[in-house]
């Protein structure tokens, strides 16, 4: 079996010593094995900086923007030959879509904003003259300039491709270089797109690293004028956070994490109006994508007490159509989980949850004889959310959400907030006075809150979509940190300095 190439130094490189195994998600079927063992991580670092990183600062933000643009065409070329590849992971068409398509069009998004919006520059001036003197002689400006150091970008399973451009887009419109680390059970996909950008020629040599297998001793090697981003697990992302190294050198950490997103159905939507349908809809939609293997995926489906039988009855009745199987066949609806190492987390997660009063209304097992890595839909019901609080704090990264009752909306923004932090969450409501009340007492405990409602559904992008323009991230169990969010996310990895001086002398800086 052939070991998937790592590209350190500007070089496709094999490690030496213990592999891991890349499985077929549907066939089980051994396709690669993995390592980075005796890489040199120090090495990688060097050349990424003093090669990527020193071509990328010479560009202007125009130009990195052009670079951006070429890119994104480049990949989307090419994308026939990446669906393929995901098919490997169990994804459908359209979860394969999102991550493909949705990736390459961040690309463009990005080179959009940076064309239109960006100075053509290195240094970017952040705000208007502010005076600090009487006399108007004596003034500052805050500017930011790109650091000197690389972003390491440590990826998730579940986007190997959208997970790399999203980072990838605003990091190089900063001018830095990128080591980006994906998670072996995937890690094929982002190797296929990382090699395609290599060979175009389109980006400088060393503005872009691959390291396929465990990232070594690279956080041992950073400094301050590093960044690190993570996305994954709360539990792994709270061990790298407090790294030695990175705490000492004050290296700039940030962290986007699974969470347990709730839907909310607001009390005045009754079965009979659109709403109730859209609700359905959502989190059925929000189950079933991507096998429920995302982290904005909905978890917690919060109804009125009144409304928990019609609300059951519909979603089983709608997650009882689904076909799951092997997306190649006709009329499959959802694929495989990504191995069946992830299958068994699942189910250890669904059991643990019942075990601590949860009750299965559908779905709950999964067939551990067969050879994909399969898992039912599954819609679990928790009577007393305020005494099952295990409801909150454990995660099956499946396909799987569990129902709870509210008694009024006070409770139920109480129950949004028992999360402790979520990525993204969904309010369903007619009512406009009761989703400025909701928004009052839930947004602190929210990156991201959609409000559904009829109006709004012919065109709304969904709960669990992420977009370029928005903040990607939230407080607390989600991570503490922020992706996207249009050219904020640019400013992650730069350096912000105040400049004091006189107007001209301001002027000169700024080039304005």
Same mark, same amino acid.
């Given at each position: 079996?052939?070991?998937?190439?790592?590209?350190?130094?500007?070089?496709?490189?094999?490690?030496? *010593?213990?592999?891991?195994?890349?499985?077929?998600?549907?066939?089980?079927?051994?396709?690669?094995?993995?390592?980075?063992? *005796?890489?040199?991580?120090?090495?990688?670092?060097?050349?990424?900086?003093?090669?990527?990183?020193?071509?990328?600062?010479?560009?202007?933000?125009?130009? !990195?923007?052009?670079?951006?643009?070429?890119? =994104?065409?480049?990949?989307?070329?090419?994308?026939?030959?990446?669906?393929?590849?995901?098919?490997?992971?169990? =994804?459908? !068409? &359209?979860?394969?879509?999102?991550?493909?398509?949705?990736?390459?069009?961040?690309?463009?998004?990005?080179?959009?904003?940076?064309?239109?919006?960006?100075?053509?520059?290195?240094?970017?001036?952040?705000?208007?003259?502010?005076?600090?003197?009487?006399?108007?002689?004596?003034?500052?400006?805050?500017?930011?300039?790109?650091?000197?150091?690389?972003?390491?970008?440590?990826?998730?399973?579940?986007?190997?491709?959208?997970?790399?451009?999203?980072?990838?887009? @605003?990091?190089?419109?900063?001018?830095?270089?990128?080591?980006?680390?994906?998670?072996?059970?995937?890690?094929?996909?982002?190797?296929?797109?990382? /090699?395609?950008?290599?060979?175009?020629? %389109?980006?400088?040599? &060393?503005?872009?690293?691959?390291?396929?297998?465990?990232?070594?001793?690279?956080?041992?090697?950073?400094?301050?004028?590093?960044?690190?981003?993570?996305?994954?697990?709360?539990?792994?992302?709270?061990? %790298?956070?407090?790294?030695?190294?990175?705490?000492? /050198?004050?290296?700039?950490?940030?962290?986007? +994490?699974?969470?347990?997103?709730? #839907?909310?159905?607001?009390?005045?939507?009754?079965?009979?109006?659109?709403?109730?349908?859209?609700?359905?809809?959502?989190?059925?939609?929000?189950?079933?994508?991507?096998?429920?293997?995302?982290?904005?995926?909905?978890?917690?489906?919060?109804?009125?007490?009144?409304?928990? /039988?019609?609300?059951?009855?519909?979603?089983?009745?709608?997650?009882?159509?689904?076909?799951?199987?092997?997306?190649?066949?006709?009329?499959?609806?959802?694929?495989?989980?990504?191995?069946?190492?992830?299958?068994?987390?699942?189910?250890?997660?669904?059991?643990?949850?019942?075990?601590?009063? #949860?009750?299965?209304?559908?779905?709950?097992?999964?067939?551990?004889?067969?050879?994909?890595?399969?898992?039912?839909?599954? %819609?679990?019901?928790?009577?007393?959310?305020?005494?099952?609080?295990?409801?909150? =704090?454990? $995660?099956?990264?499946?396909?799987?959400?569990?129902?709870?009752?509210?008694?009024?909306?006070?409770?139920?923004?109480?129950?949004?907030?028992?999360? $402790?932090?979520?990525?993204? &969450?969904?309010?369903?409501?007619?009512?406009?006075?009761?989703?400025?009340?909701?928004?009052?007492?839930?947004?602190?405990?929210?990156? !991201?809150?959609?409000?559904?409602?009829?109006?709004?559904?012919?065109?709304?992008?969904?709960?669990?979509?992420?977009? @370029?323009?928005?903040?990607?991230?939230?407080?607390?169990? +989600?991570? *503490?940190?922020?992706?996207?969010?249009?050219?904020?996310?640019? /400013?992650?990895?730069?350096?912000?300095?105040?400049?004091?001086?006189?107007?001209?002398?301001?002027?000169?800086?700024?080039?304005?």
């Amino acid at each position: 079996m052939q070991q998937l190439a790592s590209y350190l130094s500007g070089a496709w490189q094999t490690g030496r *010593g213990r592999t891991r195994t890349i499985h077929h998600a549907i066939s089980g079927e051994p396709l690669w094995e993995v390592t980075s063992e *005796g890489l040199d991580m120090a090495q990688a670092r060097r050349f990424a900086i003093e090669h990527g990183g020193k071509a990328l600062q010479a560009m202007s933000f125009i130009q !990195r923007s052009a670079m951006l643009k070429a890119v =994104a065409k480049h990949l989307m070329e090419l994308k026939a030959d990446f669906y393929v590849i995901s098919a490997q992971t169990g =994804a459908t !068409r &359209g979860d394969s879509w999102v991550d493909i398509e949705g990736g390459i069009g961040t690309l463009f998004t990005y080179a959009s904003l940076g064309g239109r919006e960006l100075p053509d520059d290195v240094l970017w001036p952040e705000d208007e003259l502010i005076p600090l003197s009487k006399q108007g002689g004596f003034a500052a400006r805050h500017v930011l300039t790109s650091k000197s150091g690389v972003a390491v970008h440590i990826n998730a399973f579940n986007f190997p491709c959208w997970g790399m451009l999203e980072k990838l887009a @605003p990091t190089w419109l900063a001018g830095m270089p990128a080591i980006v680390k994906p998670a072996t059970a995937t890690a094929q996909l982002t190797q296929a797109m990382v /090699k395609a950008i290599v060979d175009s020629g %389109l980006v400088p040599d &060393g503005a872009i690293s691959l390291i396929c297998g465990g990232a070594g001793d690279l956080l041992d090697n950073l400094d301050s004028q590093d960044v690190v981003t993570f996305t994954g697990s709360a539990h792994t992302g709270q061990q %790298l956070r407090v790294h030695p190294n990175l705490v000492e /050198k004050s290296v700039p950490f940030t962290m986007e +994490a699974d969470s347990l997103n709730c #839907c909310v159905l607001g009390e005045d939507v009754t079965p009979e109006q659109p709403e109730f349908a859209l609700f359905v809809r959502e989190v059925v939609r929000e189950m079933t994508t991507k096998a429920g293997q995302k982290c904005t995926a909905i978890r917690r489906i919060i109804v009125p007490q009144a409304q928990v /039988k019609a609300v059951s009855e519909a979603l089983i009745a709608r997650l009882q159509k689904v076909v799951v199987g092997d997306p190649a066949q006709e009329g499959v609806k959802m694929g495989s989980l990504v191995n069946n190492d992830q299958r068994q987390d699942v189910q250890d997660n669904v059991n643990r949850l019942v075990e601590a009063g #949860c009750e299965v209304l559908l779905g709950g097992k999964a067939d551990l004889s067969t050879a994909g890595a399969f898992f039912p839909p599954t %819609l679990l019901f928790c009577p007393q959310p305020d005494e099952i609080t295990a409801v909150h =704090a454990i $995660e099956a990264f499946g396909p799987v959400a569990t129902l709870m009752p509210y008694q009024n909306t006070e409770h139920a923004m109480t129950l949004a907030r028992a999360g $402790e932090g979520s990525l993204a &969450g969904t309010l369903v409501t007619a009512s406009g006075e009761l989703a400025r009340e909701f928004i009052l007492g839930a947004a602190r405990a929210h990156g !991201r809150i959609q409000v559904l409602n009829e109006e709004s559904s012919a065109e709304s992008t969904g709960h669990g979509s992420p977009l @370029p323009q928005l903040v990607h991230g939230g407080p607390g169990r +989600a991570g *503490g940190g922020e992706e996207l969010g249009g050219l904020r996310a640019v /400013k992650h990895y730069m350096q912000r300095t105040a400049i004091q001086g006189s107007p001209t002398m301001l002027a000169a800086v700024s080039q304005q």
